[in-house]
């Protein structure tokens, strides 16, 4: 959302009029990193568009509201929004190494805490034999809705055009 005031324009986060304020509730049955994902993502997206302290502060204040009809913990937001502020603000110190690691992404099946503690062990034992390697993990819920339903129709053979569009 883009505001005009005679020589100095301001920005910050628009919402449709259709907006709800429905994002994922925390009862959900996903790992607690998606949950504390949302909240960064909501926090780094008021950070890059609202154009001063105002204009955030006035946006991690609506972020807060939208998250508690969410169900969630307010603990939890006001650690992740400080966390994040921190971060932001103080200066980063370059210690980054010269070569970047090879990045490699493992995906996993979401069985609530059992999944987390294979995903602990597994980062440990990797990291140690494979320090050259950031090991990236991804949890998959197991079960899903377009596992459940058809999302689009069968076409019947007579229909088919037979016709190779690529080689």
Do not use: W
């Not at 009029?17 to 949302?38: H, R």
């Not at 992740?80 to 210690?95: A, D, Q, Y």
């Amino acid at each position: 959302l883009v505001h005009r005031n005679s020589s100095k324009m301001t920005t910050m986060v628009y919402r449709k009029p259709t907006f709800t304020g429905l994002y994922m509730n925390f009862y959900t049955c996903l790992p607690n990193c998606y949950k504390i994902g949302l909240i960064k993502t909501l926090l780094h997206r008021a950070y890059s568009i609202c154009s001063n302290y105002q204009l955030i502060h006035t946006e991690i204040l609506n972020i807060k509201n939208y998250l508690l009809l969410n169900s969630f913990n307010r603990q939890l937001i006001d650690n992740t929004v400080k966390h994040f502020l921190n971060r932001m603000c103080t200066s980063k110190i370059n210690n980054q190494p010269t070569v970047e690691k090879q990045k490699m992404c493992i995906v996993l099946p979401y069985y609530g805490i059992f999944t987390l503690t294979i995903r602990n062990q597994l980062r440990h034992l990797l990291s140690h034999a494979y320090p050259q390697i950031n090991f990236q993990f991804v949890l998959r819920s197991i079960t899903r809705l377009g596992d459940k339903f058809r999302i689009k129709d069968k076409m019947p053979i007579d229909l088919a055009s037979n016709v190779v569009y690529e080689y």
